[in-house]
């Protein structure tokens, strides 16, 4: 999926395009995560469409890129875009959280392709990533493990037993984002458990951290280019709009995890489509 040089009126287009399966997902199963999976549309389609070295066709290809979503609730934009680049059907889209899909409200590695973990409890894709990136390291390879984490999430202890993990093995093959939004289900972060100062916090725990707007491709792709020359593990605070593209959804808490109405889907379709 890498190219030389990125298209950014193309990964325009498709993150638009991925925002609107996004809303059709979670309209017909009437439940999942809208707004984090519609905020963080443009890191996904930026890593899967440019950045990331994969192959649809050999999904276990050795020499892969790894992205683990350890927001393991937005799984939607991960679906959206894993079916749209043929991974598997699209039409398994339309099955999203029915009983016995694959392609259940956090991601199941051992039966959704292109999964690299099972994540949900919060914490748990980071701390897996860091061990998966200890194994590469120890076996001479050179793939990257992409990782992204919600800003709520990282209030977790675990993510910081992980980072004090990355620092002590030097694993400059991790390159992590936080979708820094703000919001998590039960209101602004800063209110539930401050994270402000957050460059600082992980700038002593040894990593190498930038912060950058989440919406700009320009932006994305020349940070993580940085990122995989560097001698630490990466994290990337990706400032994002939760509920991106959908005007009533925009910075609103409530979209969290809330489904539409048929009113509310028509009007949200109608805005990306215009």
């Known amino acids: 999926m890498k190219s030389s040089s990125p298209d950014f009126q193309f990964l325009s287009k498709k993150a638009k395009e991925i925002r609107g399966e996004i809303l059709k997902m979670v309209h017909r199963a009437n439940s999942g995560h809208l707004g984090g999976s519609l905020g963080s549309a443009d890191l996904l389609v930026a890593l899967y469409y440019h950045i990331m070295q994969h192959n649809p066709d050999n999904p276990g290809w050795d020499k892969r890129d790894r992205f683990i979503l350890s927001k393991g609730h937005c ?3 991960i679906y959206a875009i894993l079916a749209d ?3 598997f059907p699209k039409e398994d889209l339309l099955t999203f959280r029915r009983p016995g899909s694959h ?3 956090h991601p199941y590695q051992p039966k959704t392709p292109g999964i690299e973990a099972s994540t949900g409890t919060l914490g748990l894709g980071i701390s897996t990533a860091m061990g998966m990136a200890l194994a590469a390291k120890l076996k001479g390879e050179s793939h ?11 209030q977790e202890g675990q993510v910081w037993e992980a980072a004090m993990f990355a620092n002590k093995y030097e694993l400059n093959n991790v390159v992590a984002f936080v979708d820094r939004n703000y919001l ?3 209101g602004h972060s800063e209110d ?7 460059a600082p916090k992980w700038e002593s725990f040894g990593w190498q951290v930038h912060t950058i707007d989440g919406h700009n491709y320009s932006q994305i792709i020349e940070t993580v280019q940085m990122a995989k020359r560097s001698s630490k593990p990466t994290m990337i605070i990706a400032n994002t709009i939760k509920g991106k593209g959908v005007s009533f959804m925009e910075n609103q808490v409530e979209w969290h995890g809330k489904p539409t109405s048929q009113d509310e889907f028509d009007l949200a379709i109608s805005q990306l489509n215009n």
């Open 184 to 186: 998590q289900t039960d």
């Open 85 to 87: 680049i043929g991974y």
């Open 144 to 154: 990257h493990y992409y990782v992204l984490c919600g800003d709520g999430e990282i």
């Open 75 to 77: 799984t939607p934009v």
């Open 192 to 198: 539930i458990m401050p994270l402000d100062p957050l």
């Open 103 to 105: 392609l259940q409200g």
